[in-house]
């Protein structure tokens, strides 16, 4: 590649550039010339004055104009158009000749009139974010800040959020970060039939006062509605009521309720997703019921124990979802002692351990199991019994009356009938002082009689 020079006269003057050969013996022939090769080059190279009557830029014009870092190009290097594009006064000049070797002869150039001199313009330093962007020097937006340059800088500017975290892994998430997982649980689900659980927040029906009901979930941002029909087993017998009546009824008990379910469908831009609670609890059914542990045996069995969680709450007893299946749990076996209403101490959504008393398999669609949760816990008669004895008088409150008497619950779990007083009947929820009569440790009864009455609490 050859190589440009410059030489300059004492007089100030800059001669024509020539171009070097690389090895020393071309440098030679191409620096000896004769006196008959001399006009035939002066005719191929212009003289800086009539460059510059062209309008050109002389060499020593260029070289006050050119930087002092900018670098030496050679005569290969070539201009990008899309940086310099054409027609701008930067290069309105003419190429420079480029020396052509032995096997290509040179031509003459014709000579042509000298164009009209122009008033050449002053050239503009190419600044650093000129040369990032690749925009010509001299440019007229150089220096003017407009609105999309401001908004491309600030958004450039910007950096990435980042979390720092105490462990290695963070613990705490974004909130960016919560709504994917929950979007990947629900996808989760969908495709691999994953089981989620969350609670019933909401009850809506399409039409106002009939029509299909809805029980919503919210799990994260996302609304997973779930179909009546799909929510509960419809019963039997609708006692000639609508259907879509008593479904509403049987999800507006299970409000608040803990339940299972899976994904069907997800709709992400409208951040709802359709959901089943029946698909949910038959696949848990059939792990449970019919799945076995190393040794062969079943998983749920008469006489264990479980955890149950209560779905629904009525006066008569409690309805607990146990392992995908809705058992239903009467007065009698939820306390050792006596309860009118079983709402004053048992609500949806809560967890408690049962103790299984019966499973029929016999059909495998309809499996039948009861369940007690006082017979889960010891007995407070066993205990509480050691802790009274016959002719002394104890502190209690009145828990229940009926046709029998007054039943007294004394500290530690247990009941004590007593008869009507002859001062009348206390009320519900008054402390009351007994006096205990006899006890019968073989049926866990204790009775006496209601010595003092005070206010009710």
């Not at 998983?299 to 779905?311: D, F, P, S, T």
Request: aromatic share 6%.
């Amino acid at each position: 590649m050859a190589v440009k020079k410059m030489e300059t006269i004492p007089g100030g003057e800059s001669t024509n550039e020539q171009s070097l050969p690389q090895t020393d013996s071309a440098y030679e022939e191409a620096a000896v010339l004769s006196a008959e090769d001399m006009p035939e080059h002066n005719a191929i190279h212009q003289t800086d004055s009539e460059f510059a009557d062209q309008g050109g830029i002389s060499i020593e014009d260029a070289a006050c104009n050119t930087p002092e870092d900018a670098p030496l190009q050679t005569d290969s290097a070539q201009v990008n158009s899309e940086e310099f594009p054409a027609g701008s006064d930067i290069f309105s000049a003419p190429e420079a000749p480029v020396s052509q070797t032995d096997s290509e002869p040179e031509e003459k150039k014709p000579e042509e009139s000298p164009p009209a001199r122009r008033t050449r313009k002053p050239r503009a330093k190419k600044s650093e974010s000129d040369t990032a962007t690749g925009k010509p020097p001299g440019d007229a937006s150089d220096g003017v800040d407009t609105p999309e340059k401001k908004t491309r800088k600030r958004a450039s500017a910007k950096p990435a959020s980042q979390v720092i975290s105490i462990d290695d892994r963070p613990s705490v998430e974004t909130e960016a970060d919560k709504a994917r997982n929950d979007l990947l649980d629900l996808m989760e689900s969908m495709k691999t039939k994953r089981i989620l659980t969350d609670t019933i927040q909401g009850i809506e029906r399409l039409a106002e006062g009939h029509g299909p009901s809805l029980a919503v979930i919210y799990h994260g941002d996302i609304k997973v509605i779930i179909p009546a029909d799909q929510t509960v087993d419809p019963p039997e017998d609708f006692r000639g009521q609508l259907p879509e009546d008593v479904l509403h009824y049987m999800i507006t008990k299970r409000l608040g309720a803990e339940v299972d379910y899976i994904i069907k469908g997800i709709d992400a831009k409208a951040g709802v997703a359709v959901g089943s609670r029946l698909e949910a609890m038959a696949a848990k059914r059939r792990a449970y019921y019919f799945g076995t542990d190393r040794d062969g045996n079943n998983l749920l069995y008469e006489g264990i124990c479980a955890e149950a969680r209560v779905v629904s709450v009525i006066r008569a007893g409690i309805f607990v979802d146990l392992f995908g299946l809705e058992v239903y749990i009467p007065l009698r076996e939820l306390s050792y002692q006596r309860m009118l209403d079983a709402q004053d101490c048992f609500q949806s959504g809560q967890r408690i351990l049962v103790k299984i008393l019966r499973i029929d398999r016999s059909d495998r669609n309809h499996i039948r199991v009861s369940a007690s949760i006082k017979q889960a816990g010891e007995n407070p008669y066993e205990r509480a019994l050691r802790r009274y004895t016959v002719g002394n008088r104890y502190v209690g409150t009145v828990s229940m009356v009926d046709m029998n008497g007054v039943f007294v619950s004394l500290d530690g779990g247990i009941d004590c009938l007593c008869s009507y007083p002859k001062r009348g009947r206390p009320p519900r929820g008054a402390r009351v002082t007994v006096r205990i009569l006899g006890i019968n440790n073989v049926s866990n009864r204790i009775w006496g009689v209601i010595t003092h009455i005070a206010t009710p609490r």
